[in-house]
């Protein structure tokens, strides 16, 4: 059961303060969505409402609790989110649910072929809202940093052009990027953490 105050255990995660960070690779299936990313397709299976605070602190506690991406399964993301993903062709699932003010979640599991097992997270508005993702970011990038933080996760921000600036975090097995927009989370996602194959074949190769 959620806490009833999360800002009340939050606070001594935010009293730590910034730490020492490590860089950590990781390869992304896709680049991350700035705009509304492609609806999750929904099936017969409708998933629960939640505010965006919530959800997040669901989807915190489902990272933390494993140690390897691939433990990140459709069956412990329903034990520990109460979201029930629909199956896909890419060995997982994925879901979208409601939060507020024309957003919503979404959440998706695969194990693709090249790349291994990855999960995502992320806001995804709807069409017909202009209501900005600061209207249901009360839990923001402070919050996930330090919840991530106080777990035992080091990282540091990493810049890219636009859109592929982000957050990214290692702790043993457990490899993760937050992208971002201003104050807010839009997308986590954690991949597996073996490179691509065929990109360390062309290292050796270049070498």
Not at 104 to 129: C, H, L, M
Request: one cysteine or more; glycine letters at 10%; a positive charge.
């Amino acid at each position: 059961m959620l806490p009833s105050s999360p800002g009340l255990w939050l606070l001594p995660l935010l009293l730590l303060g910034a730490c020492a960070h490590q860089p950590t690779a990781s390869v992304a299936k896709e680049p991350p969505a700035t705009t509304e990313p492609a609806s999750l397709p929904q099936g017969d299976i409708v998933a629960p409402r939640y505010s965006a605070e919530e959800i997040s602190i669901r989807i915190l506690r489902l990272i933390d609790s494993v140690r390897h991406t691939s433990e990140l399964t459709p069956e412990r993301v329903r034990g520990m989110t109460g979201v029930t993903l629909n199956s896909h062709s890419h060995g997982g699932g994925d879901m979208e649910g409601e939060i507020a003010n024309g957003w919503r979640y979404g959440i998706s599991v695969s194990n693709w072929s090249d790349i291994g097992p990855q999960f995502a997270f992320r806001f995804v508005k709807r069409e017909d809202t202009a209501a900005s993702i600061e209207s249901v970011c009360g839990f923001n990038l402070t919050h996930y940093i330090a919840y991530l933080e106080g777990r035992g996760f080091t990282g540091e921000l990493h810049r890219g052009g636009p859109g592929a600036t982000y957050w990214r975090f290692h702790r043993g097995q457990v490899p993760i990027r937050l992208y971002f927009s201003g104050p807010c989370v839009n997308m986590v996602l954690v991949n597996s953490p073996v490179e691509n194959p065929r990109r360390l074949r062309r290292r050796r190769n270049d070498n």
